[in-house]
């Protein structure tokens, strides 16, 4: 489990660190990062499907603008420059594979 989560799902990590015969620090510990991080937020509660998002959100986006007729050359060249580094550098740090994050393949 890549950052201790199962699938970089807090719900599938919960339910995975509730059935485990052994406690799994590493799960805890990503659970506890994700409420952190999401508690400044959301101070009401609630979690996300799947966290981090870093990697689907920007292709999603980046893709629906391409789809919706936008081209490469109505994007600034440096934002195209940090996609195109955050999408390289994800890929060669995870073997070729990634998740929803950029460590949560």
């Known amino acids: 489990m890549p950052g201790g989560s199962m699938f970089g799902s807090p719900s599938s990590t919960a ?4 059935n485990a015969s052994v406690w ?3 799960a805890e510990t990503y659970l506890r990062s994700v409420t952190t991080q999401l508690s400044s937020n959301y101070p009401h509660g609630g979690f996300p499907s799947a966290f981090p998002t870093t990697i689907f959100e920007t292709v ?3 893709a629906t603008l391409l789809d919706s007729g936008f081209t490469t050359q109505d994007f ?3 934002r195209l ?3 195109k580094d955050l999408l390289k550098t994800t890929l060669e740090n995870q073997g070729g594979i990634v998740g929803f994050g950029n460590d949560a393949a």
């Open 15 to 18: 339910a995975y660190l509730m």
């Open 81 to 83: 420059d940090e996609i």
């Open 24 to 26: 799994d620090s590493e």
């Open 60 to 62: 999603w986006i980046t």
């Open 76 to 78: 600034l060249p440096e």
